[in-house]
């Protein structure tokens, strides 16, 4: 099945930091997207991005499909950013969607 | 609100005593799926469906069975639960074809 590494596992920011996650995956896919776990469990889709930019406030994500490589950046982070940082990978065809998600990145943003 | 409700979002049960977690989506999403997420393991589809009556296993059914005799219901039924099955399970849907996933808050089961 399709590998998928997040980086770094741990990430501890002060307050105004910027970051950025990293998920590789061993395989092409035509899926990809980004979750925030928060603190409580609430998983959140942050992105649907199976290739190119996009961008949503603080947040944006960009996927290279080619080198199989997917980036969270978040710039200003705020103690709400708090969670764990998931992506999750897969083929999806015509209704069929088994994705393999990563460990994670936790996150910690300090006041 | 556009939501998918999962109950009950705490048990404590033991061996063997079947129970039932219900998943109910208000958004008309075909695509429903289960997922048990584990310290270590991450996230682990169980079962999903892509639309009434058709269902099928993800990567780890075994212990487990689905349902989807209403398109906005998907309940996730332990007919003998284990200890190995403690876990916190999510709930998730999606219109099929974009696979965009909606989730539900999250169901802590412990099986004694």
């Known amino acids: 099945g399709i590998q998928v590494e997040q980086s770094p596992p741990d990430l501890i920011l002060q307050e105004g930091a910027n970051s950025t996650l990293r998920c590789n995956f061993s395989d092409s896919v035509n899926n990809l997207q980004w979750f925030h776990q928060n603190p409580w469990g609430q998983l959140i889709n942050l992105f649907y991005?199976?290739?190119g930019t996009k961008q949503n406030g603080r947040l944006s994500a960009t996927t290279v499909a080619t080198e199989r490589y997917s980036l969270l950046y978040i710039s200003s982070s705020q103690t709400t950013d708090s969670g764990v940082y998931f992506c999750a990978v897969g083929p999806s065809s015509g209704g069929s969607y088994i994705p393999t998600f990563g460990r994670g990145t936790s996150l910690i943003v300090h006041p | 609100e556009a939501q998918v409700t999962q109950n009950p979002r705490y048990l404590i049960t033991v061996t063997g005593k079947k129970l039932t977690v219900t998943c109910s989506q208000n958004m008309n999403h075909e695509y429903m799926s289960w997922y048990r997420q584990d310290p270590g393991l991450g996230l682990r589809q169980i079962y999903y469906?892509?639309?009434?009556?058709?269902?099928d296993k993800g990567d780890v059914p075994e212990g487990y069975k689905v349902s989807r005799k209403e398109k906005r219901n998907f309940p996730l039924i332990l007919e003998s639960p284990s200890p190995n099955q403690t876990s916190l399970y999510f709930c998730?849907?999606?219109?099929?074809?974009?696979?965009?996933?909606?989730f539900g808050a999250g169901s802590r089961l412990t099986v004694l």
């Open positions: 998730a849907s999606s219109p099929v074809g974009a696979n965009v996933l909606t």
């Open positions: 469906s892509m639309n009434v009556e058709v269902t």
């Open positions: 991005i199976p290739s």
